[in-house]
């Protein structure tokens, strides 16, 4: 499976980014996960491939994981963005994840 993310970038403390993910096979549970300087990777939100959702309590409410597998590809849509968000997020498949994309980098100062 190779995964490819892109839509990071800098931004100021209450704008949005959309990040997407593209996949190769549409089977999988997608997640978006991220890892900032210093710290432990971490989950962020989740789709299985029925739509079910999940969210890390530190984004719920403000971001929002959708998947179009018509298209192959999975979005995180991120609003009211905080500093703390700050991270490179990266796309992964499966549960637990097995695959990984490279990462895009979102920056929120």
């Known amino acids: 499976v190779q995964l490819v993310e892109s839509g990071g970038g800098s931004v100021q403390p209450g704008e949005s980014l959309r990040l997407t993910c593209t996949f190769s096979e549409t089977r999988y549970c997608m997640g978006w996960f991220r890892q900032a300087p210093g710290k432990t990777r971490e989950g962020v939100a989740t789709?299985?491939?029925?739509?079910?959702?999940d969210y890390a309590d530190s984004v719920m409410g403000r971001f929002t994981i959708s998947r179009d597998n018509a298209k192959n590809t999975v979005y995180l849509q991120m609003n009211s963005l905080k500093s703390e968000d700050t991270a490179l997020y990266y796309c992964?498949?499966?549960?637990?994840?097995?695959?990984w994309g490279q990462g895009t980098q979102v920056t929120v100062s």
């Open positions: 789709i299985a491939n029925d739509g079910t959702v």
């Open positions: 992964a498949s499966g549960s637990p994840p097995l695959n």
